[in-house]
């Protein structure tokens, strides 16, 4: 009697063959099967030892079908088999589940905008990436319904326009949405500040400002000043994520000794109405 499993596995095999002809069968003879029979033996073994389902073997099909890679080509056993696990991964109960779905959602995105900067040509390593990082998130503690949202805005940033954010610097951004606030773009603060719009600053880059001071700021404008202003940003900002008040705090001590004619008078907008709320409309 044929099993479930071995019900699917012939299934796929008439869906691949389907698609891609010869290439599966191994032979421009419709009568000759030997190379055929020989490689779903060899398939149905690996996935009994896999103990994948009929399910997952369905699933597995349905997704490597609408993989770029097997456009033309037909998967080999181990790119199924990676298939197979990233499905079972996908459609397992739990919370590593949901935030692996919420992480494909952003490998597409992220393929989309970076190309092969962000996508590796070996399936299986991009698939180990986005387990690493679902598995950051949940000990992080990190809901998966920020990543959509992080990713599409970190994405906008001057400083990602062109190579994607790492692991670390994505889960910064999380960490300051998940606490209700919006991490501001360096460059955009730095811009305003040589341009002596301070008033329009957040207290992150006000902090910036004071330890740096607004005539180094505008009389030595280059890249590396540049650098050096988004480098102390990140910096400054992680503090602050650390402990609100006790960065506040010390902002606010910074303001009361700096000299007046080298720092502009600040406005008295609260520290947590300058960094803006997620919820308040962006400038």
């Not at 299934?11 to 099967?33: A, I, K, P, Q």
């Not at 080298?262 to 300058?274: A, G, L, M, R, V």
Request: negative net charge; glycine residues 4%; contains cysteine.
């Amino acid at each position: 009697m044929v099993s479930e499993v071995e019900n699917a596995i012939i299934e796929l095999s008439y869906t691949f063959e389907e698609r891609y002809g010869h290439l599966w069968v191994g032979s421009n003879d419709d009568l000759e099967r030997t190379y055929l029979k020989n490689k779903l033996k060899a398939w149905h073994n690996e996935i009994l030892k896999g103990n994948f389902t009929e399910r997952e073997i369905s699933g597995a099909v349905k997704l490597s079908l609408n993989q770029h890679e097997n456009k033309l080509y037909p998967p080999n056993l181990n790119t199924f088999i990676g298939y197979l696990k990233e499905f079972r991964l996908m459609f397992s109960n739990g919370e590593f589940s949901s935030t692996y779905k919420e992480m494909k959602k952003l490998d597409e995105i992220f393929q989309f905008t970076y190309n092969g900067l962000w996508t590796d040509a070996d399936a299986n390593k991009n698939r180990r990436r986005l387990e690493f990082w679902s598995k950051e998130f949940i000990d992080y503690k990190i809901p998966p319904e920020l990543i959509i949202q992080v990713g599409n805005k970190i994405r906008k940033k001057n400083e990602y326009r062109v190579y994607p954010p790492t692991l670390n610097q994505f889960i910064f951004e999380c960490q300051f949405l998940k606490n209700g606030y919006e991490l501001n773009d360096p460059e955009k603060m730095f811009n305003l500040a040589i341009q002596g719009e301070f008033d329009d600053l957040d207290s992150i880059a006000e902090k910036v400002v004071s330890v740096i001071g607004t005539r180094a700021i505008k009389l030595t404008f280059n890249s590396s000043m540049k650098r050096q202003f988004i480098d102390m940003y990140y910096q400054a900002a992680s503090e602050f994520i650390d402990n609100p008040d006790k960065f506040l705090k010390a902002v606010n001590t910074n303001k009361s000794d700096v000299n007046e004619d080298e720092i502009q008078p600040e406005s008295c907008t609260s520290f947590f109405d300058k960094l803006r709320l997620k919820s308040t409309k962006v400038r």
